[in-house]
C-alpha cells in the first residue's frame, strides 16, 4: 500500500494524461506568427543548440523535459525512462518535487534513479518554494543536481483539500537564492506570471525565472477533480497564457534576469516561438509525458530526435545561428493576443 503523497502522485500522472486532449484545444502559441526572410545567409552548420543559462550552468539543447514526478513505483518507472532519454538526447530533465523525501526518505529511490540513468547530465531538483535550507543543500546534494528549481504554486494549493495556505514564500526564496551554491529557477506550475511577479522575484535576487503559463498541463483542473467537497470550477481558466506572461516579462527591464518558458508547449516551432518572445530556455512537461504512457518509450525517443532536428532547421530558416539569437526575429500578434498586450502597456 502506498502513501496519500505516492497516492496523489498516481493520480496527478493519471489526470494529466486524462485531460490532456481536452487542454490542447486551445494553442495559445497560434497567436504569435514569425516573419519569413527568404535569405537568411547561413548554413545550417552554423547553429549551435546550447543555451548558457547561469555562469555556472550551459544547457546542451534550448529545450528540456521539465518538472513532473517522483514518490511512487509508477513515478520511478517514469523517471526511469525520461532519464534513460534525457541521457540519450543529450536534454536537460528537473524532478518531480523532492518535498516528499524528509517525510518519506524511501520515496528518493524514485527521484535517484533519474541521476542513476543520466550520471553526467544537466539534472534540476524541484522543491517548493517554502523548502527549509537542510531540504535544498539535501536535495542537492543526493541528486548532485545543477539547479535548483523552486515551485510556486498558489492557485494549485488552494484548490487542493490538502493544499498549504500560507504562501509567504519571497523572503524565503531570497535566503535560499544568497546560500545554495547552484542556480535557483523560480517556476510557475501552468498558471503563468505577470511582470508584478517577476518584478517581485527580481528585486529578491532571482534571475532565473520559468513564467510556466497556462495552455498545457491544467492544474486547476486536476486538483478540481481530486477535490470531492469544494467545486472551483470558475478557476478552470485561471492565470495568464505563456504567450501572454512572456510578453509581460519581456516589457519590464531585465537585468541580468533569464526567463525560460513552459506551458503548452507541443512542437518545435512552439519551442521557437518561445524563444523569439524571450525565453532562453523551453521546458516540457504534458506533452512528452502524454507520448510516453499512451504511445511508449520508442515514439518519444524519435519525437526527442525529430525535435532537435526541427528546432535547428528553423534556427537556421530564421537567419540565427543560436537559440538567443531569436530574440531579434520579427513576428505579429494575433487579435487576442495584441488586445492583451495593449490593455496591460506591453507593447
Ligand atoms: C504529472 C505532472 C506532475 C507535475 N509535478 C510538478 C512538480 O512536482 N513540481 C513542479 O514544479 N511542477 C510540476 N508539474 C508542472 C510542470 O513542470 C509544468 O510547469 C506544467 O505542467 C506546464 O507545462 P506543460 O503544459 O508542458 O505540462 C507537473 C506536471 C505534470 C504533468
Known amino acids: 500500500m502506498e502513501s496519500r503523497h505516492a497516492q496523489r502522485k498516481n493520480e ?17 502559441f497560434d497567436q504569435v506568427r514569425l516573419i519569413h526572410d527568404s535569405l537568411p545567409e547561413m548554413t545550417t552548420d552554423d547553429v549551435d543548440l546550447h543555451v548558457q543559462l547561469a555562469d555556472n550552468l550551459e ?16 513515478a520511478l518507472k517514469i523517471n526511469r525512462q525520461l532519464a534513460q532519454l534525457a541521457h540519450k538526447h543529450h536534454l536537460a530533465m528537473a524532478t518531480g518535487s523532492l518535498s516528499i523525501i524528509s517525510k518519506d526518505p524511501q520515496a528518493f529511490s524514485s527521484f535517484e534513479i533519474i541521476r542513476e540513468e543520466n550520471p553526467d547530465g544537466i539534472i534540476f531538483a524541484n522543491l517548493s518554494a517554502n523548502a527549509s535550507l537542510d531540504q535544498a543543500v539535501n536535495a542537492i546534494s543526493l541528486l548532485k543536481a545543477n539547479a535548483l528549481e523552486l515551485h510556486i504554486n498558489v492557485a494549485q494549493e488552494l484548490i487542493m483539500p490538502e493544499g498549504d495556505r500560507d504562501f509567504n514564500w519571497l523572503d524565503n526564496i531570497q535566503y535560499l537564492v544568497s546560500e545554495l551554491e547552484v542556480p535557483v529557477i523560480v517556476k510557475e506550475v501552468g498558471f503563468g506570471m505577470s511582470k508584478t511577479t517577476i ?35 470558475s478557476l478552470l481558466d485561471w492565470g495568464q497564457t505563456t504567450p501572454e506572461s512572456l510578453l509581460e516579462a519581456h516589457s519590464i527591464r531585465r537585468g541580468k534576469t533569464e526567463i525560460i518558458a513552459s506551458g503548452g508547449i507541443i512542437s518545435p516551432l512552439d519551442v521557437i516561438k518561445a524563444g523569439v518572445l524571450g525565453a532562453r530556455a523551453v521546458g516540457v512537461a504534458g506533452y512528452f509525458l502524454n507520448i510516453l504512457q499512451n504511445e511508449g518509450y520508442e515514439a518519444l525517443d ?39 498586450a495593449r490593455q496591460r502597456h506591453l507593447r
Open 12 to 28: 496527478h500522472l493519471s489526470l494529466a494524461a486524462k485531460y490532456y486532449d481536452q487542454v490542447h484545444q486551445h494553442h495559445y
Open 59 to 74: 544547457i546542451e539543447c534550448p529545450f528540456y523535459i521539465e518538472a513532473m514526478t517522483g514518490g511512487s513505483d509508477q
Open 199 to 233: 518584478a517581485k522575484l527580481q528585486t529578491h535576487d532571482v534571475h532565473l525565472i520559468n513564467v510556466s503559463g497556462r495552455g498545457g498541463t491544467n492544474f486547476a483542473a486536476i486538483e478540481n477533480r481530486r477535490n470531492h467537497d469544494i467545486n472551483f470550477e
Open 302 to 340: 524519435q519525437t526527442l530526435s525529430e525535435w532537435q532536428v526541427i528546432v535547428k532547421r528553423l534556427l537556421a530558416l530564421l537567419g540565427c545561428s543560436s537559440f538567443t539569437e531569436l530574440s531579434r526575429v520579427e513576428y505579429v500578434l494575433g487579435t487576442d493576443l495584441l488586445s492583451y
